[in-house]
């Protein structure tokens, strides 16, 4: 408690939690795309439910993950060599995490583009509660390890770390039904929401390979193109208006 109260008294120590919040609060979005667009393929009773068991899944890594601060910083470590490029455990889960996520979102664009598989409707695949569950634990674990190692190269302070964590994955709680229902009712952001999971995806398996990518560039990039389809939601919904308006 004592330290608590000494860090609630230091200036720094409030600075390190608000950059460490915005941080958390950046890299949960990667996390709540994907949420977003994965429980969209449920039934319509089973999505706002399968997306908090997501988050809060999320939340329980991350805490979890903080408990083994000590550990998750051996995670850095090489482990092997390849060609004299060293894998640390790190590398090897952001490699695959980010395998993983350019899989599923080929074959999410792939379901978009074609949702009937050339099956007719009647036989065209569903995604079962247990298996989205499934699919958002998996990059849980990634963005988690990705999150908490970002957190400890930024504080010592477990204390700061938590709440930021807890503040970050609220956010997610808020914003995850809006989120998913602006995607389900724009048809177009879906695409560029499965875009920005490539973009994702080959950041990881790039970080994995040693190349590090400033954050910066892709949230950039994303938000760029964020507001481009947004430039082109507007112009499509004055033609709708001034179509509907003319005799």
């Known amino acids: 408690m004592d330290h608590i109260l000494q860090l609630a008294a230091d200036p720094t120590a409030w600075a390190a939690l608000a950059t460490l919040m915005v941080m958390e609060v950046v890299l949960g979005v990667d996390n709540l795309i994907f949420i977003s667009i994965l429980t969209n393929r449920l039934p319509a009773d089973q999505q706002t439910r399968a997306r908090r068991i997501g988050i809060g899944l999320a939340l329980v890594l991350r805490l979890g993950l903080l408990g083994t601060v000590a550990w998750i910083v051996h995670l850095t470590e090489p482990v092997f060599e390849v060609f004299g490029k060293g894998f640390s455990w790190r590398d090897l889960i952001l490699i695959a995490g980010g395998l993983f996520l350019l899989w599923k979102a080929t074959k999410e664009i792939h379901h978009s583009v074609d949702p009937d598989g050339g099956q007719g409707a009647e036989n065209a695949v569903k995604l079962g509660f247990a298996a989205a569950i499934g699919q958002i634990l998996v990059l849980d674990l990634v963005f988690s390890i990705d999150s908490i190692i970002t ?4 504080t010592e302070h477990v204390p700061i770390m938590v709440i930021a964590v807890v503040a970050a994955v609220t956010v997610m709680l808020i ?34 390979f040693g190349a590090h990518v400033p954050k910066g560039y892709i949230y950039t990039a994303m938000a760029f193109s964020a507001g481009v389809e947004g430039l082109n939601m507007l112009a499509r919904r004055r033609r709708k208006r001034r179509a509907a308006t003319q005799p």
């Open 175 to 208: 914003a995850a039904d809006p989120l998913s229902r602006f995607i389900a009712a724009n048809p177009t952001v879906v695409m560029l929401a499965l875009g920005f999971l490539i973009m994702i995806g080959m950041t990881l398996i790039a970080e994995g």
């Open 151 to 154: 957190a400890v190269g930024m």
